[in-house]
T-cell receptor, first 114, second 115 residues
Framework: AQSVTQPDIHITVSEGASLELRCNYS??????LFWYVQSPGQGLQLLLK??????LVQGIKGFEAEFKRSQSSFNLRKPSVHWSDAAEYFC????????????FGAGTILRVKS | EPEVTQTPSHQVTQMGQEVILRCVPI?????FYWYRQILGQKVEFLVS????????KSEIFDDQFSVERPDGSNFTLKIRSTKLEDSAMYFC?????????????FGEGSRLTVL
């Protein structure tokens, strides 16, 4: 069965500092991987996704993520965080078979201090 | 940009009452889902729907839950007799492609509060 682990429940970074949010997945084959962002009381916005090909994927708002098969990881990075990036971030894994149901991690809450 | 719309945005109901959450998926999409998120917890899959029938459902999706697409546009989630633990944000999701890694488009969510 698919599973996703986001080891960090909360992360606080200073504005302008770099950011890395960790995500580890468990899945028997090559998964589809996603990062979503959620502001309080809002829906989920897709930041980026990995399906195949180049393991470094670029997303919106200056985010990127790198798929590392050997480590079963898909960490999200941003070189310089802005105060507006404060939100909760969810990593998700989808299977390749029929339906493509997503399994979400527990989320990481990002706080940005000025 | 096409979007998934959900109504109501927030509903408060008494325990034991029936609730219907409505969704208008993106037109020409083929796959539809409901996910829910209990406050402070992860987003959980409830059910997927394709070709007018349920294709997969989770353990959460028991006999109190049902889905239908009555008119080819709306996609509804019904909870027959709500419980306190049904309080959550419910997300409607649609996807264009039949199989593979098509993007899932999330609605803004319907917040259900059961008193």
């Amino acid at each position: 069965a698919q599973s996703v682990t986001q080891p960090d429940i909360h992360i606080t970074v200073s504005e302008g500092a770099s950011l890395e949010l960790r995500c580890n997945y468990s899945y028997g084959a090559t998964p589809y991987l996603f990062w979503y962002v959620q502001s309080p009381g809002q829906g989920l916005q897709l930041l980026l996704k990995y399906f195949s090909g180049d393991t470094l994927v670029q997303g919106i708002k200056g985010f990127e993520a790198e798929f590392k098969r050997s480590q079963s990881s898909f960490n999200l990075r941003k070189p310089s965080v802005h105060w507006s990036d404060a939100a909760e971030y969810f990593c998700a894994v989808g299977a390749m078979e029929y339906g493509n149901k997503l399994v979400f991690g527990a989320g990481t809450i990002l706080r940005v201090k000025s | 940009e096409p979007e998934v719309t959900q109504t109501p945005s927030h509903q408060v109901t008494q325990m034991g009452q029936e609730v219907i959450l409505r969704c208008v998926p993106i037109s020409n999409h083929l796959y539809f889902y409901w996910y829910r998120q209990i406050l402070g917890q992860k987003v959980e899959f409830l059910v997927s729907f394709y070709n007018n029938e349920i294709s997969e459902k989770s353990e959460i999706f028991d006999d109190q839950f049902s889905v239908e697409r009555p008119d080819g546009s709306n996609f509804t989630l019904k909870i027959r007799s709500t419980k306190l633990e049904d309080s959550a944000m419910y997300f409607c999701v649609s996807k264009a492609q039949r199989v593979g890694a098509g993007e899932l488009f999330f609605g803004e969510g319907s917040r259900l509060t059961v008193l």
